[in-house]
Nanobody
Framework: QVQLVESGGGLAQPGGSLRLSCAASGFTFGNYAVTWARQVPGKGLECVSAVSSDVRVTYYTGAAKGRFTISRDDAKNTVYLEMNSLKPAATDLYYC??????????????WGIGTLVTISS
């Protein structure tokens, strides 16, 4: 059974940093792209960052670019999202999701239950 478990969320000060982790099991993790997404009212899930599985092409939404870094360690079946220069607007529930193929353009398939990020002074 495919399982994704997010962790690393919590409370951070504005301008601080957090590192989210997504641990995967039940499938060949290295064959699939992975996306970090968050809930946005009126939009549903918004992609924050994503990474392909083959040549590790990365994507960042405008708000994340320059502040967040996505990476993956296929040997550990884990994807990370390093979040720096955090702003209160980043407060949200963050999910990781795997895609159906190696490309970021492929359809997302499985999601975790999320990890809560709270940015507050």
């Amino acid at each position: 059974q495919v399982q994704l478990v997010e962790s690393g969320g919590g409370l951070a000060q504005p301008g601080g940093s957090l590192r989210l982790s997504c641990a995967a099991s039940g499938f060949t993790f290295g064959n699939y792209a992975v996306t970090w997404a968050r809930q946005v009212p009126g939009k549903g899930l918004e992609c924050v960052s994503a990474v392909s599985s083959d040549v590790r092409v990365t994507y960042y939404t405008g708000a994340a670019k320059g502040r967040f870094t996505i990476s993956r360690d296929d040997a550990k079946n884990t994807v990370y999202l390093e979040m720096n220069s955090l702003k209160p607007a980043a407060t949200d529930l963050y999910y990781c999701a795997t895609h159906l193929a190696h490309s970021i353009a492929s359809v997302m398939d499985s999601w975790g239950i999320g990890t809560l990020v709270t940015i507050s002074s």
